[in-house]
């Protein structure tokens, strides 16, 4: 297997209705003065056109409001973006790959995308590595690679994308902390003490509605994301013959399902969670009907605040909990999937694309696409943006996330609608996180046998892992059903790709 070094993201993206965002022609801020026009200063006033195909994660943007018109002012650029809900996206570019009819940049989704990583193989976008060279003519995207992103983006030793960069705190456990005050119960800080916690609130029942104790889906949705390193399936773990085991088909993967058959058994999950879908699962923690939900960081407010409408006392903070092998904190790569450049794209317009994202990585743009201007979407209130109404109301994901491209380690923590008080409250838990938390092995090491067998194996795996918690077959029959798959022989020399993947990486990390 060729040297492949990749960041597995299983990031959904793009696409159904166009917009465009008709830039205007000054430039401000820290936008270079040839944004979009390498070698055709002559035409210096054209907005550079660009069609792209992303994600949408809230409501369709509206690209006419005040933030977007000052976002024409800092670029020369017209957007004309394809979005389509994030959850159907994947189908959506396998379509695009399919037909070649893609627009000019795409955001990528995981490597282990079969479909996906073949289109790169193929030659369906372009290879960034000559242009970029050394990043001297792009200092800006040097920073990042000085973070070593781009260490996990390479295909074959190439690079073909530029990441969107991500803080590595991410995910975590979010309670209802005043329902925890009310009782009298500390904040829990074992996995014993989380269960006991959830006990005495479903008992409590503080609406009268009869809460959920941990609200998840699918095949426990967040709530595993979470608990897994607790567990140490993110610890490299070997077969007999050396080959580094995937973390869904270790013991200790087995020993995280008992854990929550145990959840299960107790009535502390809902009980139809494994046809549960993502929304159904966020609303019950949204609306007063759960104690606990596996999420990500900066939602602590976000449920503090659509709580509040209910009980304006509540409370939603994320737990620290210590499992029997480590922390319940899943750290992530630096990066999110990023923008690969269809090849069909001129290399000259390659260019002016390029210049585009080298001017928006900056610590000043990041700023200004997550809390917009200040003075119309946000005050400074004790060294912290304060979001307006208006702010709170245009400054949404759609806002930044096509050009995420400079490191900021707070950037999943804070929350831009949160008082000051209490984003600084939130940096203060997660302080320590990087130390204590645990990053997926398997997020950036990748086997091609693997990829091609998995999908075989998905959806049975899942129906045991659901049969296993709810009592259907014994943890015993799930753990023998997990060495009867590392038993298979392409299952082994899956293992043995992974682990070849585990020393090219470290023997290249930097290079």
Request: aromatic share 12%.
């Amino acid at each position: 297997m060729s040297v492949k070094r990749n960041k597995i993201v299983s990031a959904l993206l793009p696409l159904g209705l166009s917009i465009s965002l008709l830039a205007a022609c000054s430039q401000e801020g820290s936008a270079p003065a040839a944004i979009g026009n390498t070698n055709q200063k002559d035409k210096k006033d054209e907005p550079l056109k660009i069609s792209m195909a992303w994600g949408l994660y809230n409501e369709l943007p509206d690209m006419n409001n005040s933030f977007w018109k000052e976002f024409k002012k800092k670029t020369n650029v017209d957007l004309d973006i394809q979005w389509i809900p994030s959850a159907n996206y994947q189908q959506k570019l396998e379509l695009m790959l399919a037909t070649g009819d893609i627009p000019e940049v795409v955001l990528g989704v995981g490597y282990n995308v079969p479909t996906f990583y073949k289109a790169i193989e193929n030659g369906m976008f372009w290879d960034l590595t000559p242009f970029l060279g050394d990043f001297s003519k792009y200092p800006n995207l040097k920073k990042n690679k000085e973070t070593g992103v781009f260490d996990y983006n390479r295909v074959n030793g190439k690079i073909y994308t530029l990441p969107r960069m991500r803080s590595q705190v991410h995910s975590s456990l979010l309670m209802r902390k005043d329902w925890l005050d009310n009782l009298k119960i500390p904040m829990p800080t074992t996995l014993d003490e989380y269960k006991a916690a959830l006990q005495t609130i479903v008992k409590a029942n503080p609406t009268g509605q009869n809460p959920i104790g941990l609200t998840t889906h699918g095949v426990l949705g967040g709530a595993r994301d979470v608990f897994m390193p607790g567990f140490g399936v993110y610890d490299p773990t070997y077969d007999k013959d050396g080959g580094l085991i995937r973390g869904l088909l270790t013991p200790q993967y087995a020993d995280m399902v008992e854990w929550f058959r145990g959840l299960y058994a107790d009535g502390l999950l809902p009980k139809e969670f494994s046809t549960m879908k993502e929304p159904q699962s966020l609303d019950l923690i949204g609306s007063g009907k759960a104690a606990s939900l596996g999420y990500v960081v900066r939602a602590d407010w976000q449920y503090t605040e659509s709580n509040r409408k209910i009980d304006p006392n509540a409370l939603v903070r994320s737990a620290v909990l210590k499992g029997p092998k480590g922390y319940a904190i899943n750290l992530r790569s630096n990066f999110a999937p990023g923008m690969f450049i269809s090849k069909k794209v001129p290399e000259e317009k390659l260019k002016r694309i390029l210049d585009f994202y080298e001017s928006t990585a900056t610590a000043e743009f990041l700023k200004f696409g997550e809390y917009g201007v200040e003075g119309i979407h946000y005050t400074m209130v004790n060294g912290y943006p304060k979001m307006t109404e208006l702010g709170s109301k245009e400054m949404v994901i759609s806002s930044y996330d096509p050009w995420v491209l400079t490191y900021d380690p707070g950037f999943k923590i804070r929350n831009v609608n949160a008082p000051p008080e209490f984003n600084k409250e939130t940096e203060s838990l997660v302080k320590d996180w990087t130390e204590k938390g645990k990053l997926d092995p398997f997020s950036y090491l990748i086997s091609d046998t693997f990829n091609d067998i998995w999908p075989k194996y998905q959806d049975e795996f899942d129906t045991k892992t659901v049969q296993a918690i709810i009592g259907k077959i014994s943890t015993n029959d799930f753990r023998a059903y997990q060495e009867q798959l590392r038993n298979l022989p392409e299952m082994k020399k899956a293992f043995q790709e992974f682990t070849k993947s585990e020393k090219e990486f470290a023997a290249n990390k930097g290079k």
